[in-house]
């Protein structure tokens, strides 16, 4: 593989979007995102693989396998960033795909299996939905809910758009895609490649605390009822519990209204929005019911918890798992299998098909920043590990 060459290749696309700080906007649909996108397809093209953008804006490159009846490997990462987002997340999986089927072609090697590349469209939170291009690609944008379709038309989206946007999932194999790991684990750790093992599940919370708003001078401790005190012995406990559970658990109260929230009233009423993420369904489910028991410690405040939103952990295939650890322990590459606390695309193509992740480093676990920085030695390591992926993947009867 040719380092200098993928490197020019990478900023070609990277710079699309530059701001003056360095950073990169390049938000889905805008005038940055379609020029990436061209950019992209030729990029593609000049790699030797036949390229076809679909009505949502995701692009995508076939290399074929001498067999028709043969099924695909598919390989994908996002091309747009959010607001004054970094150069690596997103991107950086695309083109390790690109190369991956350059090399292909270029060393002779015939995979049994067919290969496609995605630049997926819409991946960073947006209107319509964070990986809105995969989820298109997997029909898993609600294409007959009218609000929906509202907002779909603000970005020039028809139905038929968003229904033929849909991939026939039917022979498709895995997808596989590389990201940077937006945390510091591996940085810290001077480890240069993660090993995803599962994508993280989350759930939101709107807690409310109720007690009594009262005089801040008259009222004596004894006497009071304050929301925001119980509010926040809950908010220790819920720190306490995570870092007790350990196993990657986090929790976090991002979001707090406090009422009447005024100098010298006593607080009557408190939300708070707690976030809780795992990889384990299970713990999720045992730390809200701690959370709830202790709770009712904290009387005379008492508590309303209401479910907002709920996603399931996704797991990787654990076939595509080995493979990879096989090869880093193979290659002497120091490594580590780890959940994902991010979500991806796979998180939507994990909903037809078995999905595999690998993480490079994020220098002091920087993203969505301009200064997020993979090093270029970094970066090609996991070029080449994708590459050895998907030729030992093709091995395998999946
Ligand atoms: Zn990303």
Request: no cysteine; charged share 25%.
């Given at each position: 593989m040719d380092s200098d060459k993928i490197r020019k290749n990478f900023f070609s696309i990277a710079d699309?979007?530059?701001?003056?700080?360095?950073s990169i906007t390049r938000l889905l649909f805008s005038k940055e995102y379609e020029e990436a996108k061209i950019r992209t397809r030729t990029y593609m093209e000049e790699a030797g693989l036949a390229t076809a953008i679909d009505p949502v804006g995701n692009i995508h490159g076939f290399l074929q396998s001498e067999d028709p009846d043969a099924k695909t490997i598919l390989i994908g990462s996002h091309l747009d960033t959010v607001i004054?987002?970094?150069?690596?997340?997103g991107l950086l999986g695309i083109i390790a795909g690109v190369e991956t089927a350059r090399e292909l072609e270029e060393t002779g090697h015939k995979l049994t299996h067919h290969l496609e590349i995605i630049a997926f469209n819409g991946e960073e939170g947006n209107d319509l939905g964070g990986t809105f291009g995969s989820r298109c690609a997997m029909g898993l944008v609600p294409a007959e809910d009218n609000a929906y379709l509202k907002k779909a038309k603000a970005f020039g989206l028809t139905k038929e758009d968003l229904l033929k946007?849909?991939?026939?999932?039917?022979n498709k194999s895995c997808f596989l895609e590389l990201h940077i790991?937006?945390?510091n684990t591996l940085w810290q750790a001077g480890e240069e490649i993660g090993i995803v093992n599962g994508i993280v599940g989350l759930v939101r919370y709107k807690i409310t605390a109720w007690g009594q708003s009262n005089h801040a001078g008259t009222t004596m401790m004894e006497h009071r009822k304050d929301a925001l005190t119980g509010m926040a012995k809950l908010m220790a406990e819920a720190d306490r519990l995570a870092r007790d559970y350990g196993n990657h658990m986090v929790a976090t109260f991002g979001k707090v209204e406090v009422?009447?929230?005024?100098?010298a009233v006593i607080p009557g009423k408190v939300e708070a929005v707690l976030e809780i993420r795992n990889l384990d369904e299970q713990l999720l489910e045992r730390f809200y019911e701690e959370l709830t028991c202790f709770s009712q410690e904290l009387m005379p405040i008492t508590f309303t918890f209401e479910k907002l939103v709920e996603k399931t952990p996704q797991t990787c295939d654990e076939r595509i798992i080995e493979v990879i650890e096989r090869l880093c322990s193979k290659k002497d590459i120091a490594y580590r299998v780890m959940p994902s606390g991010a979500t991806h695309d796979s998180v939507a193509m994990a909903d037809q098909m078995p999905i595999g992740m690998i993480f490079v480093p994020s220098k002091d676990g920087i993203s969505h920043n301009g200064a997020e920085y993979t090093t270029w030695s970094q970066v090609m390591t996991g070029i080449r590990l994708l590459y050895e992926t998907v030729k030992a993947v093709d091995k395998l009867h999946i």
């Open positions: 699309i979007g530059r701001n003056e700080d360095g004054q987002g970094g150069a690596y997340d946007s849909r991939m026939n999932t039917k790991e937006q945390g009422t009447p929230n005024a100098v």
